[in-house]
C-alpha cells in the first residue's frame, strides 16, 4: 500500500509576541503534510518543532518528509510506500507525530493513546462497532483550560477579564526577568485570582538552584498548583550538567510542598522512559505534538502519572490532533495547557476559540483542511 504525500512549510505571523525564558517567538514555523491513500481520501499532520524543547527545527522536519518516498514532477507529491511511513513514526518526534495523526484518521481509531486495537483486524463489523461506540461514550464532553498570561507585570492587567469569563486556573511565564523584579509580583497576582483560583508558574528551566529555592519557598504558601521546569540542561551541554540538573530537580521536588512538573525534560525520544525509571512523582507536561505515542502515553498510564495535556503553540492542524490525544486520555486530568488562542494575525489557522471549558465537539468541527488550504 502506498500513499501520495503532500508538505508545506509555513512561518506565520503571531498575534502577540509569546515571551519566554527561551526568548521572544514573534513567528511560528512548522510543516503541514496532507496525506492520501489510495481510495483519494486526504487526512493531514503538522510538525511543529518548538525552539529549546530539543527534537531538531521545522528544516529537520520538512528535510525528513521530502527524503521519502518518490517525487511526481507533474504533481508535486511523493509516493510513498507503508513501510517508510512506519518507520518515520516509529521514530517519534514532531514528523513522527504528524505522519502518526494522519495515518490513525485513516484508520478511524484513537490508536494514537492506545486504547483500541486497530480495527483493520480479523474483529467482525459487529464487533467493531461496539469497540468505536464504547470509545465515544468514554470521550467526556468537555475539558477545563488553563488561561494563558503574558511574562511580566502585564499578566496583572489579563487576570481580572479571565477570571470573569470563567477561568480559574492561570500559567504565568516566569523565569524571563532576574528574580528580583519577578518575585515580587507573585503576591500581585495571587491577590488578583478569583476565589479557589490556582496559579501555575512556568520558569522554562531558568532558574538555577537558589533562584528555584527563592522561588519554591515563597510558592509554599499560596495558591500555585505547580511549578513547571525550574531547572533544565539538555544534552548538548554535556552528560555530567544534565545529570546535576535532573538530580537538583528531584532534591527540590522532595524538598518543597508545591508541586514540580517537568516539560523541556520531555521533550526527547526515551524521556519518559528515563523519569519513569527515576521514580519521577511530580507532575508531567505532555505536549503531543512533540512527544507522544501509543507506548509512551501506554507507560505513563500504567505508572498513574499526573499528565498535563498542552499545546505547543501549534496551528488548527496539529491542535485538533493534540486535543484528540488529550480527550481520550482515560485519567482524571488538570485543566489543558490549551488555553493560548487567539494565536496567529491570521485566525484561519486557530484552534478553538478561548474558553475556560473546551469542548470535544468543538475539537471535532476544527477545520485542518481550510488551514491546509490557506497555506497555497
Not at 480559574?168 to 491577590?191: H, I, M, N, Q, S
Amino acid at each position: 500500500m502506498s500513499h501520495l504525500l503532500q508538505i508545506r512549510r509555513y512561518s506565520l505571523p503571531l498575534r502577540e509576541a509569546v515571551r519566554t525564558a527561551h526568548g521572544i517567538m514573534t513567528v511560528r514555523e512548522g510543516v503541514m503534510l496532507r496525506l492520501e491513500n489510495e481510495a483519494g481520501r486526504a487526512e493531514y499532520g503538522e510538525a511543529a518543532p518548538v525552539p529549546g524543547f530539543g527534537g531538531g527545527t521545522a528544516d529537520d522536519a520538512e528535510q525528513l518528509l521530502r527524503g521519502l518516498g518518490s517525487a511526481d514532477q507533474s504533481t508535486g507529491a511523493r509516493k510513498v510506500l507503508a513501510d517508510e511511513l512506519a518507520e518515520v513514526v516509529g521514530q517519534g518526534g514532531c514528523a513522527g507525530f504528524a505522519l502518526e495523526c494522519a495515518l490513525v484518521d485513516f484508520r478511524r481509531l484513537d490508536a494514537t493513546v492506545g486504547r483500541v486495537g486497530d480495527l483493520a483486524t480479523a474483529n467482525g463489523a459487529e464487533e467493531n462497532r461496539s469497540q468505536l461506540s464504547e470509545l465515544a461514550d468514554s470521550i467526556p464532553e468537555f475539558l477545563p483550560v488553563a488561561a494563558l498570561l503574558p511574562a511580566g507585570r502585564g499578566a496583572l492587567a489579563r487576570i481580572a477579564p479571565l477570571a470573569e469569563a470563567g477561568f480559574r486556573t492561570f500559567k504565568w511565564k516566569v523565569g524571563v526577568a532576574p528574580v528580583g523584579e519577578e518575585l515580587p509580583l507573585l503576591d500581585d497576582l495571587c491577590a488578583e485570582l478569583p476565589g479557589g483560583a490556582r496559579l501555575r508558574l512556568d520558569a522554562n528551566g531558568a532558574w538555577d538552584r537558589r533562584a528555584a529555592e527563592r522561588w519554591l519557598e515563597r510558592c509554599a504558601e499560596r495558591p500555585v498548583e505547580f511549578v513547571e521546569q525550574p531547572c533544565f540542561a539538555e544534552a548538548s551541554q554535556g552528560t555530567a550538567l544534565q545529570g546535576r540538573t535532573e538530580d537538583l530537580l528531584c532534591g527540590l521536588a522532595e524538598d518543597y510542598p508545591t508541586p514540580l512538573a517537568l516539560d523541556e525534560s520531555l521533550a526527547g525520544t526515551g524521556d519518559v522512559e528515563r523519569w519513569l525509571a527515576a521514580g519521577w512523582h511530580g507532575v508531567w507536561v505532555i505536549k503531543p505534538s512533540l512527544l507522544v505515542g501509543a507506548e509512551t502515553l501506554a507507560q505513563l498510564r500504567a505508572a498513574k502519572a499526573d499528565v498535563v495535556f498542552s499545546s505547543a503553540l501549534e496551528t488548527a492542524v496539529g491542535a485538533r490532533a493534540a486535543l484528540r490525544v488529550a480527550f481520550a486520555w482515560d485519567k482524571n486530568q488538570r485543566a489543558l495547557g490549551f488555553g493560548v488562542w487567539p494565536l496567529f494575525q491570521d485566525g484561519r489557522f486557530d484552534g478553538p476559540a478561548l474558553a475556560p471549558f473546551l469542548w470535544h465537539r468543538d475539537v471535532e468541527r476544527i477545520n485542518v483542511e481550510a488551514a491546509w488550504n490557506a497555506l497555497s
